[in-house]
């Protein structure tokens, strides 16, 4: 790890200011990733702006038309253990209680866990070419070992994809994120806070210099997904690993007739997959098989396997299938006994 | 290492009651908690396994909460109250769940162990883990390379059957 300088942070206002003041300063909280990612010497920040006093950050509240406002603060455990997060919201704990262990998440924070960083080994490792790491370099795992890797949405820079589960489900629940800046504060779709790799995979996201997240918002409308929700994920040991493929789906079903879907994939791309006309291609259909295949299709049209990943392209299109039947039937994936039912 | 890097060698001062004990301290930014204890304190039940935060080995509870202290930075811990597993025991009295380690064999080689039993205290305090499935997902987060794991299962169902948490299952 390399030397830095520390500094705590007060107020929103002045972890802005001294992110701005200073291009190699990273934001710390939980430390779950970046604290990691500095021994490996992926990141050698200069200055340490510790966030974990800024009351402006912290706890769960009401929001004025009936939203949930998590504060960037709040750790993971407290969100998925949240009795209002669970009985309106609960796609959401779910697709936390999918990820990482206990431990991690008492450290890990929302505003971190959207801003965590790639898991692909060529990332980590500084002795590879990296061209989100270090711009130019080249990509180690294009023609290396890509099992982990995006089918959907990649570039030939970057095939890395976004880790988290989290974001999972507040990509399917169409959260918003609350932003604050040097230039004031703003608020951005959750479907426009990741971005593809395109040809700047050194950028996960659409934050500007100096900005930081102050919470991330549910909104009331969401709630009606209560009744109908799954988070599928699929991996190669049973707990605490990444998403090879995970799917949120979520359902509002009147009179056996879906007025409204939505599906978010994880594990598949450089941020979390959604397709306007694959849930849009399920309003009005009963909730069948064969309507859940055909979104299916839909929601991975257009993805490439590599030499290691192609399989995930069948899989996705089963636990699709797989996770919208479940959220049909009201019976959502445990995340304690894995058997998928 | 790039010349921006060359700054903050300075310490900072914090103060943290650790296993019951106020102490006041000067720690390096970039020392971590693990580092904290074991190198600086002198307290190495804690252990250092992979130092990633993927084993579990060194387990800490902060404030009621189990984390793994290799990826915490001991500046960060300025006011909270920590304990280790040299701190479970009371007035030389195991913790219920020390015992039960003990009774149920619940260890080999024993590297692992405090970092196991801090994970296990927090969850029989968290309260979310009622059946042997529950103990053995919310245990997900420490290693065991010898195979106890059966046995740190009994020994935790032990502590949460003692406290009238959990009913005993048939035999699996």
């Known amino acids: 790890m390399n030397r830095f300088s520390y500094h705590r942070a007060g107020t929103v206002a002045e972890a802005v200011k001294a992110l701005s003041d ?42 004025e038309d009936g939203g949930l406002r998590i504060g960037a603060l709040v750790a993971n455990n407290t969100v998925a253990y949240d009795e209002r997060v669970n009985a309106r919201f609960p796609l959401l704990a779910s697709a936390i209680l999918a990820g990482a262990t206990p431990q991690l998440r008492n450290a890990a924070t929302t505003g971190g866990n959207l801003n965590q960083r790639t898991r692909c080994y060529y990332f980590y490792d500084i002795q590879t070419p990296c061209n989100k790491r270090e711009p130019g370099s080249g990509c180690g795992a294009i023609g290396g070992l890509n099992r982990i890797h995006a089918i959907l949405g990649a570039s030939e820079q970057c095939i890395a994809t976004h880790p988290s589960d989290m974001c999972v489900g507040l990509a399917a629940l169409g959260a918003e994120v609350h932003i604050a800046g040097p230039t004031g504060e703003r608020v951005i779709a959750f479907a426009d806070y990741h971005r593809l790799p395109g040809d700047s995979p050194q950028h996960d996201n659409t934050l500007r210099h100096g900005e930081i997240v102050v919470a991330v918002v549910l909104p009331q409308g969401s709630q009606g997904y209560a009744g109908h929700y799954s988070y599928l994920k699929l991996r190669d040991r049973l707990s605490y690993a990444f998403a090879l493929v995970s799917v949120a789906a979520a359902l509002e079903i009147e009179g056996g007739v879906i007025a409204s879907a939505r599906i978010a994939l994880g594990g598949v791309a450089h941020k979390p997959w959604r397709r306007q006309d694959a849930e849009d291609s399920l309003v009005g259909r009963p909730a069948d098989d064969r309507a859940f295949a055909e979104a299916a299709g ?32 009201g019976t959502p994936q445990s995340q304690t006994d894995k058997r998928i039912a | 290492m790039p010349a921006h890097a060359i700054v903050g060698t300075q310490t900072v001062p914090i103060e943290i009651t650790l296993n019951g004990v106020r102490l006041s301290l000067d720690v390096s930014p970039s020392t971590t908690l693990l580092d904290l204890l074991r190198h600086d304190l002198v307290l190495t039940g ?17 404030d009621g909460s189990r984390i793994n202290s290799c990826l915490q930075l001991a500046v960060m811990q300025d006011g909270k109250s920590i304990t280790t597993i040299e701190g479970l025991a009371q007035d030389g009295v195991l913790h219920p769940l020390q015992t039960a380690f003990i009774e149920r064999d619940a260890f080999q080689c024993g590297y692992c162990t405090p970092g196991q039993i801090c994970s296990g205290v927090a969850l029989i305090e968290e309260g979310h883990a009622v059946t042997r499935a529950e103990i053995r997902e919310h245990m997900s987060g420490n290693i065991c390379r010898c195979g106890a794991y059966p046995n740190i299962v009994d020994a935790i169902e032990d502590v949460l059957v003692q406290r009238g948490q959990l009913q005993r299952e048939a035999a699996e």
């Open chain 1, 22 to 63: 200073e291009p190699a300063a990273r934001l710390i909280a939980g430390g779950t990733n970046l604290v990691d990612l500095m021994k490996y010497n992926v990141e050698t920040p200069s200055t340490l702006i510790d966030v974990t006093r800024v009351e402006a950050l912290k706890g769960i509240t009401e929001t």
């Open chain 1, 298 to 329: 839909l929601l991975v049209s257009g993805a490439l396997g590599h030499q290691h990943n192609a399989f995930k392209i069948d899989l996705a299109c089963r636990a699709i299938v797989r996770a919208l039947a479940q959220a049909a039937a």
């Open chain 2, 46 to 62: 804690t252990k250092k396994g992979c130092d990633h935060g993927q084993c579990g080995a060194c387990t800490v509870i902060i």
